[in-house]
């Protein structure tokens, strides 16, 4: 039975193959209380956010070369979504790359995809906890 006490996260997730995290991933999280949904281009990614609220966008920030920092920059920018927070969701931590999303406002936290499931779970659940008591 569901604890009604708790408070299910909204993730959207920002990755080259959406359909590998909606098959697998978002599962997995959703036994942890976590809905994940994900896009891997700027028109899904911003349809998805206008039509709902999302606690958290995990982003590849190397996504389709100039794409990710693309979305990125449009979601920073936007009065409507600036306030979420993105944490890195990428098995490529190049450094300058890593720099311009914390730039642009990304948080300087970095998720691997290769992660256990369980894993991703308790680190979105961590990263939602600080937000919320910051």
Known sequence: MKDESKKEI???F???DPANVEQGLAKSLLLEDI????ANNEYDAT??????????VLFDITLGG???MKILKWLKYDERTKHIPIAIFTNNTDEKMFNQAK????????????????QIAD???EIFGKLQFA
């Open 10 to 12: 909204s993730v959207l």
């Open 14 to 16: 920002v990755v080259d």
């Open 35 to 38: 809905v994940a949904i994900a």
């Open 47 to 56: 349809g998805y956010i206008r039509g709902g609220q999302y606690d958290l």
């Open 66 to 68: 100039d794409e990710g």
């Open 103 to 118: 730039e642009l406002g990304a948080l300087d936290i970095v998720i691997s995809p290769k992660s256990a499931p369980k």
């Open 123 to 125: 680190q979105i659940k």
